[in-house]
């Protein structure tokens, strides 16, 4: 596998920027800039949009899409404007009673908590929470452990991500699907900070659902995003009643008469107008970038850059400041420096990506001692 070198040509980051910070959100490559531009003059003129135009780029996205995360059977894959929506969609599918509890990590995104908490105190069920321990040499393995621990005969949920969205620690997702599994609960993945920067394998990983945003790292624009859904969910109802999700749609003719069986697959849960003539553009172009990239030589060169100055670190990770740091003064230093990171919680959190070189990373050292703020990887 040859190495990627730095991809910064294939950006508009201006000169002297040091972005460390795609968790937060990705600049848009060129050639996605393009799409969206050819999308705007597209709709300049709709008389040239057909009825298979609302169909068939979605229909590509879905494919790019499973490529990326190994999905053999692209019909498993819809179209969703955010984590939240997706969210709410597996929600609404997954029964929940008294006794029963959902089990995440601490500080786990909101858009991946707001929904169950409603769902428990609605259902009775309880919202297990899952923290790290508070000290201790290895705090990646105990996590973990803790969470195994956590999930029992009652849990009917499981839902996490692939790594914690604030610090980067990364979790066993393959232990902890097995253990789902082993007492029925669904297993449900946030893979909006790892899916296109870190292998994911969902034919391995077995997850019954996987929503993910594209404007991180998918390289894609806001307001749309992607979800897998597994066979637990076929026979799901979706948020949205939209014409698009039934069978008969592509004949517009006959829309008059539609009758109410939904398409086959995951299409059924889309959000209504994914045919945006303007993001799904956008999006192909993203991830027929990543797949050229390739996702496993783009994580080989996030770890390969950062490894020399946080020796471990990979494609997303948190630096603990000393206790006695305010870490909203460091950012703010940084930024100052036109080092561009992410504060969450009591992490600065750093991701680089293909457009980030040496350079930038020798800035994020060099302003980070020169602070006087020694830090070390959570």
């Known amino acids: 596998m040859t190495k990627l070198a730095c991809q910064k040509s294939a950006f508009s980051l201006p000169d002297g920027l040091h972005y460390l910070n795609c968790a937060y ?33 979605v229909d590509e996205a879905r494919r790019l899409f499973a490529q990326v995360v190994h999905v053999p059977d692209a019909g498993r894959i819809a179209v969703v404007p955010s984590v939240s929506y997706g969210m709410s969609t597996l929600v609404r599918n997954t029964p929940l009673h008294p006794g029963q509890n959902v089990v995440t990590v601490r500080d786990q995104f909101p858009s991946n908590t707001h929904p169950w908490r409603r ?12 923290g790290p321990p508070s000290e201790g040499s290895d705090r990646t393995a105990a996590w973990n452990e803790a969470l195994l621990e956590a999930i029992d005969a009652d849990s009917a949920v499981v839902t996490m991500g692939q790594v914690h969205w604030a610090d980067g620690t990364p979790f066993d997702l393959a232990q902890i699907g097995s253990r789902a599994r082993e007492v029925g609960a669904a297993f449900l993945i946030d893979g909006t ?7 994911f394998d969902i034919e391995a990983l077995r997850p019954d659902a996987v929503v993910c945003a594209a404007y991180k790292w998918l390289m894609g624009p806001y307001s749309i995003g992607l979800t897998y859904f597994g066979s637990r969910y076929d026979d799901g109802i979706p948020l949205e009643e939209n014409w698009m999700g039934r069978e008969g749609s592509r004949d517009f003719a006959g829309l008059v008469d ?5 398409r086959p697959g995951a299409a059924r ?23 050229e990239w390739g996702v496993e030589r783009i994580n080989e060169y996030c770890r390969d850059l950062a490894d020399p100055v946080f020796p471990g670190a990979g494609h997303l990770f948190g630096l603990r400041l000393p206790a006695d740091v305010d870490p909203a003064e460091v950012r703010s230093e940084l930024q100052r420096r036109n080092v ?3 504060l969450r919680g009591q992490a600065i959190r750093v991701s680089p990506h293909l457009y980030n070189d040496a350079a930038d990373m020798e800035a994020l050292a060099s302003a980070l001692q020169e602070s006087g703020a020694a830090a070390h990887l959570m």
């Open 340 to 342: 561009f990171v992410s």
């Open 193 to 199: 900070q790892s899916v296109g920067a870190a292998p």
């Open 269 to 291: 849960f889309d959000v209504g107008e994914s045919a945006n003539f303007i993001l799904v553009p956008m999006l192909i172009a993203a991830l027929q970038q990543v797949l």
């Open 119 to 130: 769902a428990c105190r609605e259902s009775g069920a309880e919202f297990r929470i899952v």
């Open 258 to 262: 539609q009758g109410d069986e939904y």
């Open 25 to 57: 959100m990705s600049p848009l490559p060129l050639v996605v800039q393009e799409a969206g531009i050819a999308g705007i003059r597209r709709k300049g003129v709709p008389a040239d949009i057909t009825a298979d135009d609302f169909f068939d780029d």
